[in-house]
């Protein structure tokens, strides 16, 4: 398996401008789960995703994020529009959970996001 | 509420040294499960262990060990004989019985000199 595959790797975008992540999760996991990584606050779930449903956006940092799951193999993460305050590492992961057992997380590469 | 604290913000050794990293959570949760992960300076996150809350069984792998004590709350991780490729940043993490994302700690970089 090819794992979690994220893109792009890099963006460099100007304020204002609208950036979309994008992430691909392992074939079979049910569960998806969008994080942001900054000096400040470390890592942070931004959002999550059961069978493609939203479960949990409750760490959205405001309306300019959005987030979606099409389908069961991928997934966006959209900022519109940009702050430099944005800046940081987008990391996807996805995971296959029954009510009995957790098999873990599996993280892409993460997204370096540089807003200018 | 979730909580990890990882205390130790930098820790730095001479290769060969022994090193523990230190991780205390807080759930309410009665099951849950722990984790390490290990972001070394490429930044991908790279994932060591999983532990259930009702296995204490430490773990051994290697280099790495576990030690889990439901008592103190900690799940510390030490790695024997430190090697320059160790030089990472830890992460501690807790996922409870509800929510299924994890809660991460603010990390650890443990920098190993040769």
């Known amino acids: 398996d090819a794992g979690v595959i994220q893109s792009p790797r890099h963006e460099v975008t100007e304020m204002g401008q609208e950036v979309t992540l994008r992430c691909k999760p392992i074939s079979g996991h049910d569960y998806l789960f969008w994080y942001r990584q900054t000096m400040m606050r470390g890592l942070e779930l931004l959002i999550y995703?059961?069978?493609?449903?939203?479960?949990?956006d409750s760490g959205m940092p405001e309306d300019r994020f959005s987030a979606k799951m099409p389908n069961a193999s991928f997934s966006t993460l959209k900022i519109q529009p940009s702050e430099p305050r944005d800046s940081a590492v987008y990391f996807c992961a996805s995971s296959l959970g029954t009510s009995h057992r957790d098999y873990g997380y599996t993280f892409g590469s993460g997204t370096r996001l540089t807003v200018v | 509420a979730q909580k990890v604290t990882q205390a130790q913000t930098e820790i730095s050794v001479v290769e060969k040294e022994d090193v523990t990293l230190d991780c205390v959570y807080e759930?309410?949760?009665?099951?849950?499960?722990l984790f390490w992960y290990k972001q070394p300076p490429s930044g991908e996150l790279v994932f060591l262990i999983r532990?259930?809350?009702?296995?204490?069984q430490n773990e051994i792998s290697g280099r790495y060990s576990w030690n889990f004590q439901k008592s103190t709350s900690s799940f510390n991780f030490t790695i024997t004989a430190s090697q320059v490729v160790d030089s990472a940043v830890y992460f501690c993490?807790?996922?409870?019985?509800?929510?299924?994302?994890?809660?991460f700690g603010s990390g650890t970089r443990l920098q190993v000199q040769p």
């Open positions: 532990r259930n809350s009702f296995d204490e």
């Open positions: 759930t309410r949760d009665t099951t849950y499960y």
């Open positions: 995703f059961n069978n493609n449903v939203p479960i949990d």
């Open positions: 993490a807790l996922r409870g019985t509800g929510r299924r994302a994890l809660t």
